[in-house]
């Protein structure tokens, strides 16, 4: 059994402190799709990374100059398909003003409502970012507002971070920052270091609801107020100065995708 501890600050996301026993015991890659997924949805479509890394560039578009909210720049070069495995990589380098680099890609193809996975492990440092995600990208949707879903912006060793971003209605901090709404849960996971093995985190999205999977478990579910447009896929690293501390343990470390997929309900 899973045991549960609730640590919710007075302010601030519920942080949950979770056995790992659930999640160490070996299963296959079918079996960590959820039950509701097996039995409704087809997949549709994937990459799994089987090729030369100059055909990353058919399906993915990637990021190339500075980043004004995080430590690093980040670029096409970062990002390496190699023995079927993408690497996003982190350098020590001093690029576009920015001591670091990283990576940063999304789909050429959009996608609205279904089941999103991903398969990867963090980089293997403090202060790294370690995210799958969808995000409103390009004109004015049709349907809700601009949106950013986290299914999962992981931090080395053990946190599960999820995220629902309004990009809509942004809201002015005291220093009189535009920044979007929020709404974060974060997960702590005892004895389980998510860089040194692979886990598959997923996200259900329709119009009514969103819910959020590790390795096939559910770990939250809330309702879906303005997520109605589609979306490309986001794999990305960052490097951060809000969660632990930016030291040259991050230099060469990756994060390490398996495959990402989508699935589309049965019609």
């Not at 015991?25 to 089987?50: G, N």
């Not at 202060?127 to 912006?153: H, Q, V």
């Not at 849960?185 to 119009?207: K, Q």
Request: hydrophobic content about 35%; proline content about 3%.
């Amino acid at each position: 059994m899973m045991n549960m501890k609730n640590n919710r600050p007075k302010n601030g996301p519920l942080i949950l402190v979770l056995s790992s026993m659930l999640f160490l015991i070996t299963v296959s890659v079918s079996a960590q799709v959820p039950r509701v997924v097996k039995k409704k949805f087809k997949l549709v479509w994937e990459d799994d990374f089987e090729y030369p890394d100059a055909r990353l560039d058919e399906n993915w578009e990637a990021q190339n100059g500075p980043s004004g909210h995080i430590l690093c720049s980040r670029w096409r070069e970062n990002a390496e398909v190699k023995d079927g495995v993408l690497y996003l990589k982190n350098k020590k380098e001093n690029k576009a003003g920015q001591e670091w680099t990283s990576a940063s890609i999304w789909t050429k193809r959009k996608f609205k409502y279904g089941y999103f996975e991903c398969r990867y492990k963090y980089a293997a440092a403090e202060a790294t970012n370690n995210s799958f995600w969808l995000m409103t990208k390009g004109a004015s949707p049709t349907e809700g507002k601009r949106f950013e879903l986290d299914i999962n912006e992981g931090h080395y060793p053990n946190m599960v971070n999820t995220n629902i971003h309004n990009h809509t209605d942004l809201v002015l901090t005291e220093s009189g920052k535009k920044i979007s709404t929020r709404n974060p849960e974060a997960f702590t996971f005892e004895n389980i270091d998510f860089s040194s093995e692979y886990h598959t985190f997923g996200l259900l999205w329709d119009e009514k609801e969103l819910v959020f999977y590790l390795d096939g478990k559910e770990i939250r579910r809330v309702v879906n107020e303005f997520s109605f447009s589609e979306a490309p896929i986001f794999l990305s690293l960052a490097i951060i100065k809000w969660h632990g501390t930016v030291t040259d343990a991050i230099d060469g470390t990756s994060m390490k995708i398996d495959w990402v997929r989508y699935y589309q309900q049965n019609k």
